[in-house]
């Protein structure tokens, strides 16, 4: 009995730094549950950076926006956000417009879901490996929601994506990574 307790004390005292990752199904394995959009993407279980299956969306011609996305209500006492996705990329075309790309994008949103403003995580174009993309953003006044877009932004080509993580940050976690990325 003394020995239960003594461990039931030990996991108290250990710190955790366990951060839940705000994205549902963000590696795709329960395929797009979770995610809207899913008419414009596939799911690949030969295409992953890991688990069974990855994401990806393709298109032929260059007029369309098509994009997987997510909706997460910000949690109290939330200063930052940490985002991060691996992405790939196979013959997405240039285009003159930059933006025009596989992209991530953040959307700050208010309560109503009106945009408040936007973050670009990363983008991508030509053929890429898988990259590591992450980025530490603040959380806009008056921003109730985040919503996460997944997007190949009016090219052509193939964007491929898997383990996307949203994790909230308080302003003293945000702090410590700010100082020990100095």
């Known amino acids: 009995m003394k ?4 461990l039931g004390l030990l996991l108290l005292i250990i710190p955790t730094n366990a951060q839940t ?22 799911i690949s279980p030969y295409e992953k950076k890991s688990g069974k299956n990855g994401a990806n969306i393709t298109q032929f011609v260059d007029a369309e926006w098509k994009a997987l996305d997510q909706i ?5 006492n939330t200063f930052a956000v940490e985002c991060s996705v691996w992405m790939k990329t196979d013959e997405v075309k240039t285009q003159k417009e ?30 890429t490996d898988w ?28 964007v491929f994506f898997d383990d996307v993580k949203l994790v909230a940050l308080t ?4 702090s410590k990574l700010n100082l020990d990325s100095k």
């Open 3 to 6: 020995q239960l307790f003594f």
């Open 21 to 42: 990752n705000l994205i549902k199904n963000g590696g795709f394995e329960n395929e797009f549950i979770d995610w809207r959009g899913e008419e414009s993407a596939m």
């Open 72 to 76: 997460i209500s910000i949690p109290k």
């Open 98 to 127: 930059a933006y025009k790309a596989g992209v991530v994008i953040l959307e700050f949103t208010d309560a109503s879901e009106k945009q408040i403003s936007t973050e670009n995580v990363g983008q991508a174009t030509s053929s």
């Open 131 to 158: 990259t590591h993309y992450k980025k530490i953003i603040k959380i806009p006044a008056d921003a109730k929601k985040i919503r996460i877009m997944l997007a190949l932004a009016q090219t052509s080509g193939t």
């Open 171 to 174: 302003e003293q976690e945000y």
